[in-house]
């Protein structure tokens, strides 16, 4: 069974950095491109970055995020991140990780097979 578990949410001030991980099992991580949404309250899911399963191609879906925000992955450790820094009051959200199978287009959200349950971010301004 697949299971994707995020960490590293909380509250921060604007301006602040937070660090987001994704932890897979049940799955061959190295074989999956793998993503970050966000949801915030009262909106729809929005699609934030992604990047390919050998980790060499990345895609910022947000254009309010480019610059700030950098995706990556470790598929010795099975774990994918969000580095995110200079953040706003805007970025306050639920972010959940995601998983999309190699052979699939990672740019596309309709690729996503399986979801995390999010990590809360919460930015004061």
């Known amino acids: 069974q697949v299971s994707l578990v995020e960490s590293g949410g909380g509250l921060v001030q604007a301006g602040g950095s937070l660090r987001l991980s994704c932890t897979a099992s049940?799955?061959?991580?190295?074989?999956?491109?793998m993503g970050w949404f966000r949801q915030a309250p009262g909106k729809e899911r929005e699609f934030v970055a992604a990047?390919?399963?050998?980790?060499?191609?990345?895609?910022y879906a947000a254009d309010s995020v480019k610059g700030r925000f950098t995706i990556s992955r470790d598929n010795a450790k099975n774990t994918l991140y969000l580095q995110m820094n200079n953040l706003k009051a805007e970025d306050t959200a639920v972010y959940s990780c995601?998983?999309?199978?190699?052979?699939?287009?990672?740019?596309?959200?309709?690729?996503?097979?399986?979801w995390g349950q999010g990590t809360q971010v919460t930015v004061s301004s």
């Open positions: 995601a998983a999309c199978p190699a052979a699939l287009d990672y740019r596309v959200e309709e690729s996503y097979r399986s």
């Open positions: 049940g799955l061959t991580f190295g074989y999956y491109n």
């Open positions: 990047i390919s399963w050998f980790g060499g191609s990345t895609y």
